[in-house]
């Protein structure tokens, strides 16, 4: 099986500090990968580099086999992006935010538009209501969400996800959570999400790739429980990730 997404060897640079090094990560088909690092470890900077927004000093991205950075058509149709405060356009209704992306990228017919970002907007959870509102008549879970269904609006192989519960309280983290798993499974999607929440990386992640020493660690939360790396161990045997592992071993996983 091929990885949906293949890193090789890369290497993001600031001046002379680098804040990778050789880094590679691949990731399967179907799965959901969370990203965690420590403060500067450059979690944001390597999906910048993924999605073609920031070109690295060195090394090979692909994605779904395309190189990101080649010549000719790139894989950015493949994929759909929510950013960490969502980046709704604020004189746009969440309506006209699901449909640019369609419209800026196809001839679709307006109608056509019109009810594919309604749908797009139910598959999250919005009510119809929100369709017409703006991003400030909205709840921050609410902007999440109208988010999401925009990233959702193309029909894309892979979603990237920016801390997609940063700023939710924990009722409405778990209730995002849920739903990321319910579009990864109805959708067949894969998912590589920056998170800090331990809730989110033991209750619906496959793998974490943990960047540290300007490279990736990746592996199942049970193989990475066990590591003997200090930030690793302590960042995933800490009270918060215990518990939330114990929460994970009593309810068993969404996904």
Not at 25 to 38: F, K, N, Q, S, T
Not at 41 to 59: D, E, Y
Request: net charge neutral.
């Amino acid at each position: 099986m091929e990885p949906v997404v293949s890193v090789r060897n890369l290497v993001n640079a600031f001046g002379t500090f680098r804040v990778h090094d050789q880094l590679c990560l691949e990731i399967m088909p179907g799965e959901i990968v969370g990203i965690v690092g420590g403060s500067g470890t450059g979690k944001s900077v390597l999906m910048r580099s993924i999605l073609g927004l920031r070109r690295p000093q060195a090394g090979d991205i692909r994605v779904l086999g395309h190189d990101v950075y080649g010549s000719g058509p790139g894989p950015q149709q493949y994929w759909g992006v929510l950013f960490q405060k969502g980046a709704l356009l604020s004189a746009l209704t969440v309506r006209q935010n699901v449909e640019l992306p369609i419209a800026l990228h196809s001839d679709m017919p307006a109608a056509t538009r019109r009810e594919l970002a309604e749908l797009k907007v139910r598959m999250t959870g919005l009510p119809v209501s929100a369709l017409d509102k703006y991003p400030s008549e909205l709840s921050g879970g609410m902007v999440k969400r109208a988010a999401l269904a925009r990233a959702l609006a193309r029909e894309p192989r892979i979603l990237f996800l920016d801390e997609p519960t940063a700023g939710l309280d924990p009722i409405g983290a778990t209730e995002f959570d849920k739903l990321v798993t319910y579009l990864q499974s109805s959708l067949n999607l894969t998912i590589v999400m920056v998170t800090h929440d331990v809730d989110s990386l033991f209750g619906i992640c496959d793998r974490v790739a943990v960047l540290v020493d300007k490279k990736v660690v990746i592996g199942t939360l049970d193989e990475l429980t066990q590591s003997q790396h200090p930030w690793i161990h302590d960042y995933f045997n800490d009270p918060r990730a215990r518990r939330a592992q114990q929460m994970e071993n009593t309810n068993g996983r969404e996904h």
